[in-house]
C-alpha cells in the first residue's frame, strides 16, 4: 500500500529541510551536497572523486540517516569478489533439510558507498556497476530487485594510482554525474574542527531528524521526470553534449546518455530549487558534473594546459 | 477516486484552457503594438513626402492636383451630405498617404514576422523562460502535475506582467515629436507662402502662389497672389504738391463753378493738401499688376 501523495510545495520544502540537516553535520561543500541530492532525485549514481579525509562518508550516510534509507558501505579491494558485493548462496540447515539461500550482499541497500572503487578488479567493478545499472543482480539462475531508491556513490582516489584499475570509460559512462570534492576553505575548515573536537558532542556525529521518507523521495523522483522544460533549453543542452563530440580539444566526446542525464539532472535541480520548470541556468550548472567523466581531452587540449572543467565551460559559451 | 481523478482532469484542463487564453491575450497585444508602431510610422510618412513634394512644387511626371473618383465623391455626398467644392486633391498628399499605407504594411509584416509571445518574453525577462515553457507544454498537451503547477504560476505570473514593454515608448514620444514638428511645418507651408517661409521663390514654384502655374487658368486667390497686408516703407523724398480744389465733381457746370460750389459746400480745403511720403511695395507684388488687371476686368465682366 502506497502513501497518500504529497503536495508538490511540502516536499520541496522537505528538500529544503533535508540540505538544513545534512549542514548540521557537513560543513560546506555545498555543491557537492547539492550534486548529490540531484542524483538520488533523478534516480541515477555518482561517482565522487576526492582525496582521503573530506567527509565523504559522513556525507553520504548524512544524506541517508535524514532520508531514512539505508545505507552500506564496500570497500574496495583488489580481492574482493563479485558475489562480496552482489550476494551469494549458501547452504543453510533448518528442521535437518539443507537448502541453498541467497545471501544478499551490500548491494541491497538504499545507498551504497562504493569506496576506491577502482582499487577492486574489472569483473568485481562491471558486477557492481551492472547491478547499478540494471537495478537488479542475477545469481544461480534467480534475479533479484534491487531496494528503491537505490543509489550508488563510487569514490576515487585521485591520487596514490599504483595498483589501481581505472574505470574504462564506458563503465564511467553509467554514472550520471561525477562529483570533485575539494579541500574547505581556512574558516570551514575550522568549523569543521569545531564541530568535531568540541566537547558537547563528544566526537560524535552531531543527532540529524528524518525529514524524508523513501515513499517521499519515490514521489519525487517521479515528479523529476515531469518537470517541463522550454524545447529551446532542451535542445540547446542536446548541443552542448553533441558539441563535445566535435570540439578539437575533445578527443572523445559524451553519448546520448548524456544528453539524457543532462537533460534528467537539469530536472532534479530545479525541482531541488523549488521551481516548476528547468533554467538555462540549471543546464549550465549540471554541465560539469554530467559530462566531465564523459569525455576525454585532446592532446592539444593538454598542452595547452586546459581542464575538462575548462573545456566544459568553453562549450558551455559557445552554444 | 474515479472522482479525485475527474477533478484532478478538470483542473488540469482549466489551466490549459487559461493558458491558451493567456497566449491568445499576448499575441493580440503583440498586434496591438504592431499596429500602433506602424500607425505612427506611417503617419510621419505620409505628412514628410507630402512636405517634400511640396517644397519640390510636385510630384514630377504628375500633375499638381488629381481628380478625386466619382465614387469616392459620390460616396461622401450620399453617406455624409459632404458636397465638394474642388473634387481635387494634391498629388503630394496622394503620392504621401500611398507611402504611408506601403510603410504601415511592411511594418506590421515586419514586426508580426518574429513570433508576438517570443516578443512578449523578451520583453518580459523575468518571465521568460517560464512562459516558454508552458507554452511548449500547452502545445504538447503535457497535463502533469508539475506542467499544472507551471500552468498558475506563470499565469499568476502574467497577472503582473504587463505588454507595455512591448511598446518602445521613447521611439513612440520621439516619432509623435516629429509628426507635431511636420505637420506643424506643413500647415506653416500651406498658410504662408514659401519665399516667407524661408524655403524659396514662390514665383518660381508656381504652386506655392496658389496660380501662376502655367496649367492653371481659372480665377485664382488674390490675397494669396498679394500676399498677407503689411506696412509699406515709406519712401525717402519729400514731394510738395499743391492741390487746387476747383469744381465741385458734380459734373454738371463748368470748372469754375464746380469750384465755387465745392468751397462753399464747406467741403474744401483751405489750405493746400498735405503731401506724404509715396508708398510702393514689393517688386515681386508688383509683377502681379497684370494678374491683378485680369481679375478686375473679370469682375467687371461679371457685374455687366
Redesign the interface.
Known sequence: MSEPTVDIDTLQQRLARVREEVGKRIIGQREVLEGLLVCILADGNALLESNPGLGKTTMVRTVADVTDLDFSRVQNTPDLMPSDITGTEIIRESGGEREFVFERGPIFANVVLADEINRATPKTQAALLEAMQEKQVTAAGETYDLPRPFFVLATQNPIDQEGTYPLPEAQTDRFLIKLVLDYPSYEEERDIVNLYTGGGSGGAAPAVDKVLTREEIKQIQALVREVPIADDIRDRAIRLVRATREAETVDFGASPRASMGLVLTAKARAFLRGRNHVSWEDVEAMAAPVLRHRILLDFRAEREGLSTDDVIADLVDEV | MSEVTADADADDASEERRIRRALKQIRREGWKVAVINAVIDAALTTLVVNLVATVLGGVPSLPARLPIPRVILRALRETAGVTLAEPTVSSAAVVGAALGCLVFAVEVALRIRRPLVEQFEAANPALG??L??????VRQD?G????R??YE?VLADLERASSVGLLDLRRVAVTVLLITAVSVATIHLAVVDISLAGLGDGSETGVQTGGTDAEYTGLQDGSSILGEPEDVPEGSEDLDATIDTSGSGSGDGTDAESATAYEDSGFGGSAAVESQRAGFTEREQLEDAALIREYNLRIRENDE
Open positions: 523562460e517560464s516558454r515553457t508552458a507554452r511548449d507544454a503535457r502533469s502535475r508539475m506542467a503547477r507551471l504560476g
